[in-house]
């Protein structure tokens, strides 16, 4: 079953955020994420929506995912976005098919 990542970003330091950007797809894909969205400027239907960045990743399961996130690879990769940004990130499990 599919899981999905959401993140809820709010970009104070753009070009150490860069730095983040520039590693993250390398290990990103070998985990089987996919970018669905990333979006700055998403259209509000409701509510506040306080953040610079919204981020929906698509991956093969919840273990991918968390095979992701946890990874050594990663876990050095995101000092970079901690000390550029602050947000709330999730994990959703995807719907069966």
Do not use: N
């Not at 104070?12 to 993250?24: L, N, V």
Request: aromatic share 10%; proline share 4%; net charge negative.
């Amino acid at each position: 079953m599919s899981a999905y990542i959401t993140a809820q970003i709010t970009i104070h330091d753009r070009e150490t955020y860069r730095k983040y950007e520039a590693g993250f797809m390398d290990i990103f894909a070998p985990h089987g994420g996919k970018l669905l969205a990333v979006e700055e400027a998403p259209m509000v239907l409701e509510g506040d929506w306080d953040c610079t960045r919204t981020i929906v990743a698509e991956f093969p399961d919840r273990e991918s995912a968390l095979a992701w996130y946890r990874s050594d690879d990663y876990q050095t990769l995101m000092q970079h976005r901690l000390a550029a940004s602050t947000g709330s990130i999730a994990l959703l499990s995807g719907l069966p098919t």
